[in-house]
């Protein structure tokens, strides 16, 4: 697959892990292309907990589903029968839950470039995060990006430390297959924009 055909293959995946073990040369590269990539400063600010125990997946997923009621509650009418037919999560379906941080204060307190920008720091990390995501694409891996949780939760679950911010939990795996469409879109919940009204020129 060449970078384009990548891009394009990349799903948010949920409900195709099939559960396999991922071949330890793959998680290798995935993680070191991960590691790869863009910092302001050099900063570097990631650190990647891998998640194997099924206890702590477990009570992740039990917290998740917690969450994704809350939001439920805020839904109505065809909103909400569009939401309880979309899976928002494969923690217990895939092979490996890696979690993904930012620490503030790596490369610090003169971080080039961040003097003015601080989400800079959050950037950096959302650029490993893609990194990985494209590399496990390139690996036929999937990976669900799951934000339905609280920091505070997720933190104490495992043991970050407070100055430490955990900015995703991925689920990670072999997959049965990468759909064509986002499941968003195939559920009708939203569609995707064309270029053509994202861009914009000389002037807002
Ligand atoms: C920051 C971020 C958080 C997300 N959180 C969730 C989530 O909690 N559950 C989920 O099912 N998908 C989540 N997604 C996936 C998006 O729904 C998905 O990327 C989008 O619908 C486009 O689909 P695609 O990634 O397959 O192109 C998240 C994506 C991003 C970038």
Redesign the pocket.
């Known amino acids: 697959m060449n970078i384009y055909d990548v891009i394009h293959r990349?799903?948010?995946v949920?409900a195709e892990f099939t559960g396999a073990p991922i071949p330890g040369d793959a998680l290798d590269r995935v993680l070191a292309a991960a590691h790869a990539a863009p910092s302001v400063g050099l900063s570097q600010p990631w650190d990647f907990v891998l998640v194997n125990d099924p206890a702590v997946r477990g009570a992740f997923h039990a917290h998740v589903q917690t969450e994704r009621a809350t939001f439920a509650a805020t839904l109505e009418g065809d909103a909400a029968a569009r939401f309880a037919g979309i899976?928002?999560?494969g923690i217990l379906e895939s092979s490996l839950s890696i979690v993904v941080t930012y620490d503030p204060e790596r490369g610090g307190p003169a971080v080039l470039g961040r003097h003015a920008i601080a989400d800079t720091g959050l950037y950096s990390v959302c650029l490993a995060i893609q990194n990985l995501w494209l590399a496990a694409t390139a690996e036929r891996l999937g990976v669900?990006?799951?934000?339905?949780y609280r920091e505070p939760f997720l933190r104490r679950l495992l043991g970050i430390p407070e100055t430490i911010r955990p900015v995703?939990w991925l689920c990670v795996g072999p997959v049965a297959r990468h759909h064509d469409t986002?499941?968003?879109e195939r559920h009708g919940w939203r569609r995707r924009r064309p270029l053509t009204e994202a861009l914009h020129h000389d002037h807002w």
Not at 144 to 148: K, L, N, P
């Open positions: 990349r799903r948010d949920r899976k928002v999560e669900g990006w799951v934000s339905f995703a986002p499941d968003l």
